[in-house]
């Protein structure tokens, strides 16, 4: 090829000629240069027409001179990343010349007008694409959103608008969302292609993909923690004020609810607190119940009212409470103050057992709390009251009855739970009398949207220890990351094959794994440059004065492998749902016991706790159900088997992929099965004790108030006689916005004053939201839900 040679103000160099006769000039006009010189660079050679480069607008804000070597560098720097994360090298100096010479050569003949960061990448990563360079191109390029997208998320509809309906309509969540977009992209950029793939493809789901690679999943809390070492909400101290252990209830109360606030900047989903009142109770001490219920009423509103949640929602959280005081917890010193009271450095030795009074009457002030409601009537979503029914409270203590005839009972206590359940459906039932339970012999709790944490002596030899908060050793339980898998699209592929079905199912436990491993070597890299701050901290001693306990027992978190669509899975494989024929039944059985055998097998293999669990799935059930109507393959199948409205679903499909279809939660029985609530608890049941890593049971009531007394005998005979482990009644209730009357059941318009502008309600997933927060599956289910009159209806 014929050359000419052209000068620069440094260099000369030869340029390949074209056959149109015009030629690119690799020099840049100077902003200083006179017009006869900016003229001059524009001369003609050879008979060639010669033009510059124009100057680059960077993504930082600022116009630079076109310079190849910033692409050199930039490729040398960047590719760096391959090494981390797939284990490949980077490229060499001499190909990052070449790549940017090449880069430069196609920007000289596409005579553009100007240049921008983003475009100069996209060349370079077309290149590295066509030289067969993926893994470079991955770490390479940019993640972002189209300005459309952008301008979409910004009047709150376009991307994952409604993924979660907690999330509130502000320009939080609008930033939040944007966030989000980029993270995932870089996550699925970073992660190995295979298992990225399974995630797009609907596979399976990666849950909270957006923070994989910088927090945990959900945390229970054990307060002891923050009673004996105070409050550093930064997690180091250094960036925000450092409080000492609360000497007083309002203080504790404080400490409590910033606690799960500063939480929520480490974990990715819910937060709370396990043993609630009795840890609390001892600074209750004394206090009429006036001020008790004044403290609860204080907490409440704080949750409910902290918008610091991400995207500027309020902190998800829970609290476990217990009637009184647990029989484990009896005889264990007091932690609160900044000391243990065991008797030691100048403490007297005082006992939970002593705090009986003051747990009551918190439990009976915080049901008191909100059975009223807020300042509308309408009823608190957050914290959700996770009730425990536990062994120690199904008999009362009639010694210390008879001393203290002004408390109420375990009875009286338990009714005003039935009471709040009976009129808003606040309450979450968490029944520990089933002997897989553990019968109160460990630390057991429910979290999040129905996940499930335990800890005993039998499985961990530091159980003791704990208990007593020697050397702030301490409860800390929860996961690192959910993933779940697509069952029915597993039995579309085995197409009837048992065997068939059970590997496959098998083999996305396996891809699971190798997510787990990757998010664990992620966040060890997070938690090494000290970006994990809160959950790491090690605070001042207020003892010895030298650095205390870890927060959190890195080691002790879980890997939580989900499932949806069990249901759909099963009617594919044998012709019926799971509730039509005992054959359908006994199969899901089948299905569910050999996934918790083999993630026992992985565990051990691994050397990590795997727990096996239903998906919430407010938005899972939705993507699986459109994903294989979108995928050639599955599509016919599916259409067989999918809830909801296919009709409409199919219409839309090519608009939008928030459908009105899902797949089934879990083991659930689906929403809308016109069976007896009998039939209903009697399939769902045995589930229980098989998905260990969390269950529930729904029981969505109709548009009556139910008598608490009914209910409450009615829950109680599922807490003894069945192996529900976990249970809520929802009660649909709609609110009005012009006169803020509050109704039950699912108004489109206020029977008070007639106003449509009516905001309805009623639980989404695991938690009470307005329902025009929900995505259409959601919506589709709450329409499809079979609604029961439970005993006492009026």
Same mark, same amino acid.
């Given at each position: 090829?014929?050359?000419?040679?052209?000068?620069?103000?440094?260099?000369?160099?030869?340029?390949?000629?074209?056959?149109?006769?015009?030629?690119?000039?690799?020099?840049?006009?100077?902003?200083?240069?006179?017009?006869?010189?900016?003229?001059?660079?524009?001369?003609?050679?050879?008979?060639?027409?010669?033009?510059?480069?124009?100057?680059?607008?960077?993504?930082?804000?600022?116009?630079?001179?076109?310079? $190849?070597?910033?692409?050199?560098?930039?490729?040398?720097?960047?590719?760096?990343?391959?090494?981390?994360?797939?284990?490949?090298?980077?490229?060499?100096?001499? %190909?990052?010349?070449?790549?940017?010479?090449?880069?430069?050569?196609?920007?000289?003949?596409?005579?553009?007008?100007?240049?921008?960061?983003?475009?100069?990448?996209?060349?370079?990563?077309?290149?590295?694409?066509?030289?067969?360079?993926?893994?470079?191109?991955?770490?390479?390029?940019?993640?972002?959103?189209?300005?459309?997208?952008?301008?979409?998320?910004?009047?709150?509809?376009?991307?994952?608008?409604?993924?979660?309906?907690?999330?509130?309509?502000?320009?939080?969540?609008?930033?939040?969302?944007?966030?989000?977009?980029?993270?995932?992209?870089?996550?699925?950029?970073?992660?190995?292609?295979?298992?990225?793939?399974?995630?797009?493809?609907?596979?399976?789901?990666?849950?909270?993909? @957006?923070?994989?690679?910088?927090?945990?999943?959900?945390?229970?809390?054990?307060?002891?923690?923050?009673?004996?070492?105070?409050?550093?909400?930064? +997690?180091?101290?250094?960036?925000?004020?450092?409080?000492?252990?609360?000497?007083?209830?309002?203080?504790?109360?404080?400490? *409590?609810?910033? *606690?799960?606030?500063?939480?929520?900047?480490?974990?990715?989903?819910?937060?709370?607190?396990?043993?609630?009142?009795?840890?609390?109770?001892?600074?209750?001490?004394?206090?009429?119940?006036?001020?008790?219920?004044?403290?609860?009423?204080?907490?409440?509103?704080?949750?409910?009212?902290?918008?610091?949640?991400?995207?500027?929602?309020?902190?998800?959280?829970?609290?476990?409470?217990?009637?009184?005081?647990?029989?484990?917890?009896?005889?264990?010193?007091?932690?609160?103050?900044?000391?243990?009271?065991?008797?030691?450095? +100048?403490?007297?030795?005082?006992?939970?057992?002593?705090?009986?009074?003051?747990? $009551?009457?918190?439990?009976?002030?915080?049901?008191?709390?909100?059975?009223?409601?807020?300042?509308?009537?309408?009823?608190?979503?957050?914290?959700?009251?996770?009730?425990?029914?536990?062994?120690?409270?199904?008999?009362?203590?009639?010694?210390?009855?008879?001393?203290?005839? @002004?408390?109420?009972?375990?009875?009286?206590?338990?009714?005003?739970?039935?009471?709040?359940?009976?009129?808003?459906?606040?309450?979450?039932?968490?029944?520990?009398?089933?002997?897989?339970?553990?019968? +109160?012999?460990?630390?057991?709790?429910?979290?999040?949207?129905?996940?499930?944490?335990?800890?005993?002596?039998?499985?961990?030899?530091?159980?003791?220890?704990?208990?007593?908060?020697?050397?702030?050793?301490?409860?800390?339980?929860?996961?690192?990351?959910?993933?779940?898998?697509?069952?029915?699209?597993?039995?579309? $592929?085995?197409?009837?094959?048992?065997?068939?079905?059970? &590997?496959?199912?098998?083999?996305?436990?396996?891809?699971?794994?190798?997510?787990?491993?990757?998010?664990?070597?992620?966040?060890?890299?997070?938690?090494?440059?000290?970006?994990?701050?809160?959950?790491?901290?090690?605070?001042?001693?207020?003892?010895?004065?030298?650095?205390?306990?870890?927060?959190? =027992?890195?080691?002790?978190?879980?890997?939580?492998?989900?499932?949806?669509?069990? !249901?759909?899975?099963?009617?594919?494989?044998?012709?019926?749902?799971?509730?039509?024929?005992?054959?359908?039944?006994?199969?899901?059985?089948?299905?569910?016991?050999?996934?918790?055998?083999?993630?026992?097998?992985?565990?051990?293999?691994? +050397?990590?706790?795997?727990?096996?669990?239903?998906?919430?799935?407010?938005?899972?059930?939705?993507?699986?159900?459109?994903?294989?109507?979108?995928?050639?393959?599955?599509?016919?199948?599916?259409?067989?088997?999918?809830?909801?409205?296919?009709?409409?679903?199919?219409?839309?499909?090519?608009?939008?992929?928030?459908?009105?279809?899902?797949?089934?939660?879990?083991?659930?029985?689906?929403?809308?099965?016109?069976?007896?609530?009998? %039939?209903?608890?009697?399939?769902?049941?045995?589930?229980?004790?098989?998905?260990?890593?969390?269950?529930?049971?729904?029981?969505?009531?109709?548009?009556?108030?139910?008598?608490?007394?009914?209910?409450?005998?009615?829950?109680?005979?599922?807490?003894?006689?069945?192996?529900?482990?976990?249970?809520?009644?929802?009660? =649909?209730?709609?609110?009005?916005?012009?006169?803020?009357?509050?109704?039950?059941?699912?108004?489109?318009?206020?029977?008070?004053?007639?106003?449509? !502008?009516?905001?309805?309600?009623?639980?989404?997933?695991?938690?009470?939201?307005?329902?025009?927060?929900?995505? &259409?599956?959601?919506?589709?289910?709450?329409?499809?839900?079979? $609604?029961?009159?439970? &005993?006492?209806?009026?």
């Amino acid at each position: 090829m014929d050359t000419c040679t052209i000068e620069t103000q440094d260099k000369k160099e030869e340029v390949p000629e074209r056959s149109d006769k015009r030629l690119k000039f690799t020099g840049t006009v100077q902003e200083d240069m006179t017009q006869p010189q900016k003229q001059a660079v524009q001369r003609t050679l050879d008979g060639h027409s010669i033009s510059v480069m124009p100057k680059v607008r960077t993504t930082d804000g600022h116009m630079v001179d076109w310079d $190849r070597n910033i692409v050199v560098n930039q490729l040398m720097k960047e590719t760096g990343l391959a090494t981390r994360f797939y284990n490949k090298p980077g490229i060499t100096r001499k %190909e990052a010349q070449e790549i940017a010479k090449d880069t430069e050569r196609r920007i000289r003949q596409m005579d553009l007008k100007f240049l921008s960061g983003p475009l100069i990448r996209e060349m370079v990563n077309m290149i590295l694409l066509e030289r067969g360079h993926v893994e470079w191109r991955n770490v390479s390029t940019r993640v972002g959103t189209p300005v459309y997208d952008a301008c979409e998320i910004d009047l709150g509809s376009g991307f994952e608008a409604k993924d979660n309906a907690n999330l509130q309509e502000n320009a939080e969540t609008s930033h939040k969302k944007k966030a989000d977009k980029i993270s995932k992209e870089q996550y699925l950029l970073l992660l190995p292609p295979r298992l990225a793939d399974l995630h797009l493809n609907g596979d399976l789901h990666i849950h909270d993909l @957006e923070y994989m690679g910088t927090r945990a999943f959900c945390q229970d809390w054990d307060l002891r923690y923050f009673f004996y070492y105070g409050l550093m909400p930064d +997690g180091s101290g250094a960036k925000a004020s450092v409080a000492g252990p609360a000497m007083k209830a309002e203080v504790a109360i404080l400490h *409590a609810v910033k *606690a799960l606030g500063s939480a929520q900047t480490n974990f990715a989903g819910g937060q709370g607190f396990y043993n609630f009142l009795t840890f609390l109770a001892p600074y209750f001490e004394g206090k009429s119940y006036k001020d008790i219920e004044q403290l609860m009423q204080m907490f409440v509103y704080e949750m409910t009212q902290m918008m610091v949640a991400r995207g500027g929602q309020v902190v998800f959280s829970s609290v476990q409470l217990s009637p009184g005081v647990p029989k484990l917890w009896k005889d264990i010193p007091v932690v609160y103050k900044g000391k243990v009271h065991d008797g030691t450095n +100048g403490t007297v030795r005082r006992t939970y057992e002593e705090f009986e009074r003051e747990v $009551r009457l918190g439990f009976a002030a915080l049901m008191n709390v909100m059975l009223q409601g807020d300042n509308w009537g309408k009823p608190f979503n957050f914290p959700k009251p996770e009730i425990s029914i536990e062994p120690d409270f199904m008999q009362e203590d009639d010694l210390f009855n008879r001393a203290h005839p @002004e408390l109420p009972t375990y009875d009286g206590l338990y009714t005003l739970a039935f009471e709040l359940a009976a009129k808003f459906g606040t309450p979450y039932f968490d029944n520990q009398l089933p002997e897989y339970r553990g019968s +109160g012999d460990g630390i057991s709790c429910y979290q999040c949207c129905a996940y499930q944490f335990s800890a005993n002596a039998d499985a961990d030899d530091r159980f003791d220890d704990k208990l007593h908060f020697r050397d702030g050793m301490h409860f800390s339980m929860g996961s690192w990351q959910v993933v779940t898998l697509n069952c029915p699209r597993a039995a579309y $592929r085995a197409n009837g094959d048992d065997m068939a079905l059970f &590997a496959d199912l098998k083999s996305l436990m396996d891809q699971a794994i190798k997510i787990f491993a990757t998010k664990r070597q992620w966040m060890e890299s997070i938690i090494e440059n000290e970006r994990m701050p809160f959950a790491t901290q090690r605070p001042k001693d207020p003892m010895t004065g030298k650095k205390g306990s870890i927060a959190v =027992d890195i080691d002790s978190l879980v890997y939580t492998i989900g499932v949806v669509g069990i !249901n759909e899975m099963v009617h594919y494989h044998t012709g019926n749902q799971i509730y039509e024929s005992k054959a359908a039944f006994k199969f899901a059985i089948r299905v569910m016991t050999e996934l918790e055998m083999y993630a026992r097998e992985l565990g051990q293999k691994h +050397g990590i706790e795997i727990a096996l669990a239903r998906t919430p799935a407010e938005t899972t059930g939705q993507r699986f159900a459109a994903s294989d109507l979108l995928h050639e393959e599955y599509a016919d199948s599916a259409k067989q088997v999918v809830q909801g409205d296919l009709e409409t679903a199919l219409a839309k499909i090519k608009d939008t992929h928030d459908l009105p279809i899902y797949y089934t939660n879990g083991t659930h029985v689906p929403p809308g099965a016109d069976i007896s609530l009998a %039939e209903r608890i009697k399939i769902e049941h045995v589930f229980f004790p098989i998905v260990d890593g969390g269950n529930i049971c729904h029981i969505w009531l109709g548009e009556g108030s139910p008598d608490p007394k009914g209910l409450k005998e009615f829950a109680m005979n599922i807490a003894k006689n069945t192996q529900v482990g976990y249970f809520t009644f929802t009660k =649909d209730m709609t609110i009005c916005l012009n006169d803020f009357h509050m109704m039950s059941g699912l108004k489109d318009a206020c029977e008070n004053c007639g106003s449509s !502008n009516v905001e309805q309600m009623s639980r989404v997933t695991g938690y009470i939201q307005s329902v025009s927060g929900w995505n &259409a599956a959601k919506k589709q289910e709450l329409a499809d839900r079979k $609604r029961y009159k439970v &005993a006492g209806i009026a």
